[in-house]
């Protein structure tokens, strides 16, 4: 079981979605940090470590997968879950084998949301 006040990153450049991902993320036992950026996110890492991160697979500056990129060069073991509105053949298979810890297409239900938390905190955690 995933320790209650586990903190989740939110890394998504839209800012209601960034608004809904946190309401989400607080009904949960976890606590929420927002990142408009993965820049934002990545230069974070230096003050905080998250237990999980949410991340947009579309955005300006660095994309999903840089971010994925970035971490794995780093050598941060924060599990990445990537989320996306525009799912295409094969992205799926390329975030996976590029270390994401799940791939979630919107909109996002809350139990799946909390599934992905959960297994992704868990693995790390092993």
């Known amino acids: ?22 309401r989400l993320v607080l009904s949960l036992p ?9 820049e934002e996110f990545l230069d974070s ?16 500056g660095l994309k999903g997968l840089d971010v994925l990129d970035r ?3 780093r050598d941060r073991r924060v599990p990445a879950i990537i989320i996306t509105g525009y799912d ?12 994401a810890a ?4 919107k909109p996002l239900e809350r139990a799946v949301v909390a599934k992905a938390i959960e297994d992704a905190i868990a693995a790390a955690s092993t």
């Not at 079981?1 to 991902?21: E, F, P, Q, T």
């Not at 295409?88 to 270390?99: D, F, H, Q, S």
Request: proline share 5%; glycine share 6%; net charge positive.
């Open 1 to 22: 079981m995933v320790n209650a006040g586990s903190i989740v990153a939110i890394v998504d450049d839209d800012d209601a979605v960034r608004r809904a991902l946190r």
């Open 88 to 99: 295409e053949i094969g992205v799926r298979e390329k975030c996976l084998a590029a270390g």
């Open 30 to 38: 976890h606590r929420p940090q927002t990142f408009a950026s993965g």
């Open 102 to 105: 799940a791939y979630l297409v």
């Open 45 to 60: 890492l230096q003050r905080c470590a998250p237990h999980c991160a949410l991340v947009d697979l579309h955005m300006p």
């Open 71 to 73: 971490l794995r060069m």
